[in-house]
Structures are given as C-alpha cells and as structure tokens.
C-alpha cells in the first residue's frame, strides 16, 4: 500500500508558493517534471512538462541531484529506475493509475509463462515489477514503431493496455497476444455524446488518444500521444477541437494555440470522469512540502530496479535516445 504525506502545517495560505519552489529547486539543485495531465499550476511550475517518453528521456539526462515528478506513480518509478543515486520524490505517493493496477506481477507472469516463445513490450504505464518481467518498454508515441522494427515473425505479448495493443495491430498488421487491462480515463468517454458534440460543433476536429476504445476512436480525425495531440493541434488549420484525452492536456492547447478553441470530450456519466483521480491528487502545496520535507520519496527493491532498467533503455535506443 502507498502512504500519503500528511503535513502539519496545511495549508499555506500566506505562503506564496511559487516563488517559495523556486528558492528550493536552486536550494536543492532539484528539477521538476510534469506530466500534460497535472493541474495548470503544477504545469507552469515545472521546468520540463511532456508525455511519458518525453519524460523518460528528461529523467535519464537530467543533471539534477534530486527529481520531483509531478505525476503518478509508475512515472516515478521509471526515474528512479532510470537514476537509482538520486533522490526521486512524489508529491503524493497515493497517484497511482488504474492501468497499471489491472496488471498484477503474479498474474501476469503465470500469463507470461503461458507464451514463452513471446516477447514482451508493455506500455510505460506499468508498475516496475512489470517492467522487470518485459523485454521492451514502449510509450504511446513509439509503440507503432518499435513494433515495426521487430522481425515479422517475432511473437509479442503487449500488456497492460488492450486498446492501445488493439491500435498497435491495426497500424502494423501484427498479431499480438494482448493483456485485458485498460485506462479508467480512457475507457470513459461516450460515443453517443461524442457524436453529439460533434453535432454541435461540426466545424470541430476530433483528437484522440489511442488507449482509447475502438467505437471512439473511429470518429478521431487524428490519434497520437499526447504529445502528438498538441502538436497535431498547433499545426492543422482547423480552429475548434473535440479533445479525446484527459483534459488537462487543454492547459497546454491554450498556451501554444490561444486563437484556437478546445472542448473536452464528455464521459459516459455526468461527472467529471474524464479527469485522471490520480493524476490531480498532486497539488502545488504537496509539491512544495515534498521539496521542503524531501519526501515521500520513491524506493524500490534493487533486484527489481535493476532489471526494469533494462527494457527501458531497450526502448531509449528504438526510438533515437
């Protein structure tokens, strides 16, 4: 079980935040990584915001003594892995991701054990037992193509995600063995009122992420990651954009393209479904007393770090890293 950081003095209402992260990120030569799905605040705080391969590759350059990574849990886990010397924190250590909680180690190395002339890539957003169990690691901007650069007659196994494994398939014309697990986000979104809002908005492109479902997806003028959404969306010449995606991507839309209009998709129920639970349970207070605290700080087993490591850098050299 994960344990939250529970601070005494909260909260801080005099406290002018932003200066106060920037005084110990020079105090502790730290660096801050954000993920694009993290509140507007913590984004404009970071000194690096990007998807998971993107932050990957921030974490395994990065110079700093101490890393704060402002997203969930399993991205936490990849710095560490990625920088075992350093000091790797999480604002809250209770961001977890329901991905990655639909692949247990166990059950998925009885899985595993079921394929065993099969290759294993799994989506980042796995926990580091998976990773160690994997041979490649891929993220939703290089899954197509890593496949791609596989033999054509190497047998995989893509876990956890079912949909973006369905996505892989069907850009690749490759059969894989996929594990059922799936994002609690991604799985939300509501064809009919999808098609609805396009209705609505007939003008709109569709962005959409690929961990999303099928019946969803065919209704996307463009799927990417999420950096592939933002770019997409700088560069066509569209105005408005129904995005399919967890909206705190928006935030970024708006800085890069102000001009332009963005809509959230809607979720299948009336609440606000569509907003990653675990991604906003970080806030720019926690921020700061995981910086002023140095903790709650990431540790993982050593056996197991070590060989998370190395499907990692598999993934780092497949995609130009």
């Known amino acids: 079980m994960f344990t939250t950081l529970t601070p005494a003095a909260s909260p801080l209402p005099s406290l002018d935040l932003f200066a106060a992260i920037e005084t110990l990120k020079r105090d502790l030569n730290a660096v801050i990584l954000a993920h694009y799905y993290q509140e507007p605040d913590i984004q404009d705080v970071a000194d690096y915001i990007g998807d998971s391969l993107g932050l990957s590759r921030q974490a395994a350059a990065t110079s700093a003594d101490v890393i704060v990574f402002a997203g969930v849990h399993f991205m936490a886990e990849t710095a560490k892995i990625l920088n075992p010397d350093k000091l790797v924190l999480l604002p809250d250590l209770n961001a977890g991701c329901s991905l990655a909680d639909s692949c247990p180690p166990d059950a998925f190395a009885a899985f595993k054990a079921k394929h065993p002339d099969h290759l294993v890539i799994s989506y980042i957003n796995c926990t580091a037992a998976i990773k160690a169990m994997s041979d490649i690691i891929c993220t939703s901007s290089n899954a197509v193509s890593i496949v791609q650069q596989l033999p054509a007659d190497q047998k995989i196994i893509f ?143 050593p056996k197991v770090q070590q060989e998370a490591l190395k499907p990692i850098q598999r993934m780092l050299e497949l995609s130009g890293s």
């Not at 014309?173 to 809002?197: A, I, N, P, Y």
């Open 159 to 301: 876990a956890p995600d079912r949909n973006l494994g369905r996505y892989v398939m069907q850009q690749t014309g490759r059969d894989m063995v996929l594990w059922q697990g799936s994002c609690m986000v991604h799985e939300t979104f509501s064809e009919k009122k999808l098609v609805q809002l396009q209705g609505a908005h007939p003008q709109a492109e569709v962005i959409a992420h690929p961990e999303c479902e099928e019946m969803v997806l065919r209704h996307a003028h463009f799927v990417g990651s999420t950096t592939a959404l933002l770019n997409y969306a700088q560069q066509s010449a569209s105005r408005e954009f129904i995005v399919v995606t967890e909206p705190g991507i928006i935030h970024q839309m708006q800085k890069q393209a102000p001009d332009k209009v963005f809509i959230p998709a809607p979720p299948t129920a009336t609440c606000a479904c569509n907003e990653c639970p675990h991604m906003r349970l970080n806030t720019l207070e926690k921020l700061y007393l995981a910086m002023k605290n140095r903790q709650p700080e990431i540790i993982l087993d």
